[in-house]
């Protein structure tokens, strides 16, 4: 089956820094790229995502890298700002076919610190 | 808020109990996911419902059960607790039935005493 790691597990930066959150998946059957912010005490939160047939998307100050070769994705945050801290989670998705389930990284904790 | 909707908050029960948690989808959605997060084991999933069938599953225990009801809410049943089944169990629903653009609710939290 699918498996997802996700790096670093704890990052730290800077207001106003970027901040880059890297992913590896395993099955290259792999087609959808989901990335969620959960907030101390509330569900996962869809914040972008990514198609196999994409290679970048941005969406204001984040944006998302996929590079199927390498089977790998990142979430890039830029101008990081106190309420981006929160835990991050990327996901891979199977087409239907093969399953049709996400499977989640461990998460990495953001702290921006002001 | 995402639109999703989740009860109870929270539960607390004890070992061998059944407990039941209910999700409602956001308007005009089809399918409900049900994952399981826990320190140990992460955002796990658990099983997929469209439109009132089955559609994927995945780790769920056989103590562990849902369905989706012609009103496309859903529920959740878990049976004979364990201390282990303690976790986050979260509801997230889409309007397709390929996995992709899920919202997730609020959770309900579980202790099992």
């Known amino acids: 089956g699918e498996n997802v790691e996700q790096h670093p597990s704890t990052l730290s930066v800077q207001e106003g820094d970027s901040a880059v959150i890297k992913c590896t998946y395993s099955?290259?059957?792999?087609?959808?790229f989901p990335w969620y912010k959960q907030e101390l005490g509330k569900g996962p939160q869809l914040i972008i995502d990514?198609?196999?047939?994409?290679g970048e998307k941005k969406d204001q100050r984040i944006a998302v890298t996929l590079n199927k070769t390498a089977k790998h994705f990142s979430l890039h945050i830029t101008e990081t700002q106190p309420e981006d801290s929160a835990v991050y989670f990327c996901?891979?998705?199977?087409?239907?076919?093969?399953?049709?389930?996400?499977?989640f990284g461990a998460g990495t904790i953001l702290r921006v610190k002001s | 808020d995402s639109g999703v909707t989740q009860t109870p908050k929270h539960l607390i029960t004890a070992t061998g109990q059944r407990v039941t948690l209910r999700c409602s989808p956001r308007?005009?959605?089809?399918?409900v996911y049900w994952y399981q997060q826990s320190l140990d084991q992460g955002l796990q999933f658990l099983i997929q419902?469209?439109?009132?069938?089955?559609?994927a599953k995945g780790n769920i225990l056989e103590r562990f059960s849902a369905q989706q009801f012609p009103d496309l809410h859903s529920e959740l049943n878990l049976s004979s607790l364990e201390l282990g089944d303690s976790a986050l169990y979260f509801c997230?629903?889409?309007?397709?039935?390929?996995?992709?653009?899920?919202?997730f609710g609020p959770g309900t939290r579980l202790l099992v005493l």
């Open positions: 996901a891979a998705s199977l087409p239907l076919e093969y399953g049709n389930k996400l499977v």
């Open positions: 997230a629903s889409s309007f397709t039935g390929t996995g992709e653009t899920q919202y």
């Open positions: 099955d290259s059957a792999s087609n959808y």
């Open positions: 990514i198609r196999s047939n994409v």
């Open positions: 419902y469209y439109n009132g069938e089955e559609r």
């Open positions: 308007s005009g959605d089809l399918s």
